[in-house]
């Protein structure tokens, strides 16, 4: 069975950084994308960061310049990498992995960025 196992969040201060990883445990087949998505308490969960197996990379604007996500394939890892870290990104952070005919979710990290 395909389990998708996060690590990496924790509690920061404003300026910091932290490293998301997000492994797959079982075996997916034709992966067209990994990602990252948040969700803030009572806000809508948000795509964060998206990148597809050709290596093409999607950042929500507020993250741009700030947040770096990069995968190895050969794993099924992604990774966030989390710099300049504010306030306002704290968030349960969800790894998303699109395979062909449906989505896999991680448990969720709590990402928590003190003032």
């Known amino acids: 069975q395909v389990q998708l196992v996060e690590s990496g969040g924790g509690l920061v201060q404003a300026g910091g950084s932290l490293r998301l990883s997000c492994a797959a445990s079982g075996s997916i087949f034709s992966i067209a994308a990994m990602g990252w998505y948040r969700q803030a308490p009572g806000k809508q969960r948000e795509l964060v960061a998206i990148?597809?197996?050709?290596?093409?990379?999607n950042y929500v604007d507020s993250v741009k310049g700030r947040f770096t996500i990069s995968r190895d394939n050969a794993k099924n890892t992604v990774y966030l990498q989390m710099n300049s870290l504010k306030p306002e990104d704290t968030a349960v952070y969800y790894c998303?992995?699109?395979?062909?005919?449906?989505?896999?979710w991680g448990q969720g990290t709590q990402v928590t960025v003190s003032s």
């Open positions: 990148i597809s197996t050709a290596g093409t990379t």
């Open positions: 998303n992995i699109k395979a062909i005919f449906r989505d896999y």
